[in-house]
């Protein structure tokens, strides 16, 4: 044994893998750091996206690097061929999909818990703390009880997926857990609109319970759910056998950003003694806005809240949150005995509930450091007031479109989406969508309404002004004009997005 340490020592220099050199790393780290700052400040200097060339992507195909290299060559690759090629969500003109942008404190905040390296999964140090305090601010916006539980995830995904299995266990009993859902989990049906997002779908698959279990129910003219067919679907179910145990209502659809009616389908589940869920993984955040939050009534009564703060909380990613008002079934769902985990009246590994017995993660990063810092830095307010004007934008969008003979609306304006097309085919809009991407002017992406190809384009962005709007919109004048033959108008590009 001697000898293998000998020679392991022998082979190894300096076992450590801090910088032998500490003012170069810090002097490396500070123009790091300054550089990722000028990327924020100078945002608009730079394409929202640009394809990656070929030979970028070909240098990631290189082996496992065996040997060690000097972290100012490492950064230098990132420089070159990773950061010009990110998806663009940094950018004002980013309105593709519901990504918030960011801040400059979110980032110091992010590189802050990295030192600290904290594992949040249990014990007793302050970073749970922190995430213990987000959880009561949370509790008090959605005037949730102080028996009320909630946990940082990687997103509403997650999320969702959590509360089906928090759902499930309150229906079928702790010993689901132990014994699998059996016969009685056969016959438990969820329910949700057509508008919802496939992670619904995709989190009763995951939780053993099949996708057939979950009832698709039809929307109104607003795009809501159809409370009333809701209701009848559950009588239906009821009749033949099964057991309704699960509502999962949207605050924000995925494609044009409706509320569903949050009181009714509360009233329901009340009487109907079933679990009420709410998707609001961006759209419960707009209880920041006094302007906006009337439109989520009801969500105070719901069983669990899903949401992300990397949407318009404008944390980095990734944060996203669950909220549930029975904080003993949420631990009931999840906690499990273990003599590693052994919880002790003092010392390190003194505490009650530890955040791993209300998730499936024992390993967890320290997300809520962020998003402490983003609402301690800007406060609800100001959060709220972006919130508020990123509505106003999309507004501005739709009577942009509403006065542009070439365009046509395809959708009421909910809160920040906007789904438009130029009045031509579904194959002429396809290619305007990629050529304005590949522009790098600005970043819509597109869905299907009514079976007609939408332009679609999500306001999220803090830095989004109406030049962004009026530049989406001649970009889809100028290209659309393009592919139908009547080009009419000049888009002038950034600086950079024809390099």
């Not at 759209?283 to 990397?310: T, Y």
Request: glycine content about 10%; proline content about 4%; charged content about 20%.
């Amino acid at each position: 044994m001697n000898e293998i340490i000998r020679n392991a020592q022998s082979s190894v220099a300096h076992a450590s893998l801090d910088p032998q050199n500490w003012s170069e790393f810090r002097a490396l780290a500070h123009r790091m750091l300054d550089d990722a700052i000028d990327g924020i400040a100078n945002v608009r200097a730079r394409p929202v996206w640009q394809p990656i060339p070929d030979a970028t992507r070909a240098a990631f195909k290189a082996d496992v690097p065996r040997e060690a290299s000097d972290l100012a060559e490492v950064y230098r690759e990132f420089a070159d061929h990773v950061a010009p090629y990110a998806i663009g969500n940094v950018h004002p003109g980013f309105m593709g999909w519901v990504h918030g942008g960011g801040t400059a404190v979110g980032m110091i905040a992010d590189m802050l818990a990295a030192g600290l390296n904290a594992n949040l999964g249990g014990r007793d140090h302050m970073p749970i703390e922190v995430e213990r305090q987000i959880v009561d601010w949370m509790r008090r916006l959605f005037a949730f009880p102080d028996s009320a539980s909630g946990i940082f995830v990687t997103g509403t995904s997650m999320a969702n997926l959590m509360a089906v299995l928090v759902a499930r266990n309150a229906a079928l009993g702790t010993l689901a857990r132990q014994y699998g859902i059996g016969n009685d989990g056969t016959l438990l049906t969820a329910y949700t609109s057509q508008a919802a997002h496939g992670c619904v779908s995709r989190a009763m698959d995951i939780a053993g319970l099949g996708t057939d279990a979950l009832r698709k129910i039809g929307v109104d003219a607003d795009h809501r759910i159809d409370v009333a067919a809701l209701r009848a679907q559950i009588t239906i179910d009821r009749e033949v056998g099964f057991t309704p145990f699960l509502v999962v209502a949207s605050a924000g659809t995925v494609d044009i950003g409706a509320i569903d009616d949050l009181k009714a389908i509360a009233e329901l589940c009340r009487e109907e003694g079933i679990w009420f869920h709410v998707d609001g993984a961006f759209g419960a955040l707009a209880i920041f806005s006094p302007e906006l939050a009337p439109l989520l009534g009801g969500i105070e009564l719901a069983d669990s809240i899903a949401l992300d703060f990397h949407k318009w909380g404008q944390v980095p990613y990734d944060a996203g949150f669950l909220l549930v008002r029975d904080g003993e079934l949420h631990r009931q769902a999840f906690a499990q005995p273990a003599a590693y985990l052994r919880r002790e009246a003092r010392g390190l590994a003194a505490g009650a509930v530890w955040p791993c017995d209300l998730g499936p993660d024992l390993s967890r990063g320290f997300r809520a450091l962020k998003t402490w810092f983003t609402l301690k830095t800007f406060g609800t307010d100001r959060l709220g007031a972006t919130i508020t004007r990123s509505c106003a934008l999309a507004k501005y969008l739709e009577a942009r479109v509403m006065a542009e003979p070439r365009l046509e609306l395809l959708a009421q304006v909910n809160l920040n989406i906007v789904c438009f097309r130029y009045r031509a085919d579904d194959a002429v809009n396809r290619e305007i969508v990629a050529d304005i991407q590949e522009s790098g002017i600005a970043a819509p992406s597109s869905t299907t309404l009514g079976g007609r190809f939408a332009i679609r384009a999500a306001i999220v962005n803090h830095r989004t002004e109406e030049a962004d709007i009026d530049a989406l919109v001649a970009a889809v004048l100028e290209f659309g004009g393009r592919r139908c033959g009547d080009g009419m108008i000049e888009v002038e590009a950034p600086p950079l997005a024809a390099q």
